[in-house]
């Protein structure tokens, strides 16, 4: 077999316009830190910004030169140049705002977790595909260097038949900047992991029974999960594991990928976990055996914050366009959400679920 060093080409496919109008529903950290940053790298147009707290959006409007700033949701939805509406807020009044943005006949792009309910999800979906408007879910990880270049090899046959996944976390997660998380119902999953659920489904596919783990470190005072520990189960015998832990105090942090298959390894780092909201570029090797069993690695040049928050922006401009489906439609993130939601069956029953069971 001839030796050959891949080309992997991890960025987001760009549509041919960039100039479509976006207009931002909430003007908090994600928007400022991870949103605007991304679209300006991009060269997306933002055409104004609305926050329930309107200081909010005066200020993003004037550190990121934002020419609109919208007293209320409708005022912004009412504006012909606004063709995209980008919403982040938090996921219990993300519903609304979609019911009014497919009623004004706007594409949205939602936040994750894109419902706090699965039957809000089905909706939300429902609403958009009777409107004929494309909703896609900003669920980026998709889109961090190492996950794309990650499918690229899967894709390639470099790791030939999937027999084990697995994608471990153990950092210490500054609960400050979301202390609404960290008060409520659900945390690590619903907030956290479901970027993980969601890579792990476009890597490896759907799993056939989700078993979970869950609980939280001995001094904190959540009354939710803040670590969890979970095996999917496939009918190929694909095992996969995910274990994340947010209250890791020891100095020896790390965030880790490993596919490995019936050719093949995938593994590598995901840097935005060792210092959030910072990050650093993930890292990434690769052996197959159609190459000789020998060890290549990547140089991986850009960063989940704010790099790969360009993807589903692109893949929504680029479903607009061809008239297809954004790569994280809603309809597809009904199937992240069923995982989600079995993940906390599972934890509350103590049993494997599937995730069919999750219905509206
Ligand atoms: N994709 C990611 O990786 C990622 C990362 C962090 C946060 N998030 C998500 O983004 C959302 C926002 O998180 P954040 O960290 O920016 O929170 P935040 O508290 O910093 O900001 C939320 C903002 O939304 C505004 N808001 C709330 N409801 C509103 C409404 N109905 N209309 C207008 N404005 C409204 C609030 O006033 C606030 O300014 C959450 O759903 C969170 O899960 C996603």
Redesign the pocket.
């Known amino acids: 077999m001839t030796d050959y060093f891949p080309h992997l080409d991890y960025k987001p496919e760009m549509p041919k316009r960039l100039d479509r109008g976006i207009g931002i529903?909430?003007?908090?950290?994600?928007?400022n830190y991870?949103h605007l940053p991304a679209y300006k790298k991009a060269g997306f147009r933002v055409v104004g910004v609305?926050?329930?707290?309107r200081d909010?959006a005066e200020h993003t409007a004037q550190q990121h030169a934002i020419p609109h700033v919208y007293s209320t949701?409708d005022e912004l939805l009412g504006e012909d140049d606004v063709e995209i509406v980008d919403v982040?807020?938090?996921?219990a009044?993300?519903g609304?705002?979609v019911r009014l943005a497919t009623a004004a006949g706007k594409h949205l792009l939602c936040?994750?977790?894109f419902a706090d309910e699965y039957s809000t999800a089905v909706r939300n979906v429902k609403l958009a595909e009777q409107a004929k408007v494309k909703l896609a879910v900003?669920q980026?990880m998709r889109w961090d260097a190492g996950i794309r270049c990650a499918r690229l090899l899967i894709d390639d046959g470099w790791l030939g038949t999937p027999t084990y996944g697995t994608i471990q976390v153990h950092c210490h997660t500054n609960w400050s900047?979301?202390p609404?998380?960290y008060q409520g119902k659900r945390v690590e999953i619903m907030?956290h992991s479901i970027?993980y659920i969601d890579s792990l489904r476009y890597l490896l596919g759907e799993p056939s029974w989700v078993f979970t783990s869950g609980s939280r470190g001995p001094a904190e005072s959540t009354g939710a999960e803040t670590k969890t520990v979970t095996v999917w189960d496939y009918a190929s015998g694909l095992q996969v594991v995910i274990d994340v832990c947010h209250t890791t105090w020891q100095d020896d942090r790390y965030a880790i990928f490993r596919f490995e298959g019936s050719e093949g390894v995938i593994k590598g780092t995901i840097g935005l976990m060792y210092n959030y909201p910072t990050g650093q570029p993930d890292t990434l090797e690769f052996m197959s055996k159609r190459n000789s069993q020998y060890w290549f690695s990547g140089r991986l040049d850009s960063m989940w914050i704010p790099d790969a928050f360009v993807g589903p922006m692109a893949s929504l401009m680029c479903a607009i366009e061809n008239d297809s489906e954004p790569e994280t439609s809603g309809r597809d993130n009904l199937r992240t959400l069923q995982v989600v939601f079995a993940e906390y069956r599972s934890m509350a029953e103590r049993r494997a679920v599937r995730p069919e069971e999750i219905t509206a």
């Open positions: 529903v909430g003007a908090g950290g994600i928007v991870a609305v926050d329930k707290q909010r949701v982040a807020v938090y996921p009044e993300q609304e705002i936040q994750k977790p900003n980026q900047l979301w609404w998380i907030f970027h």
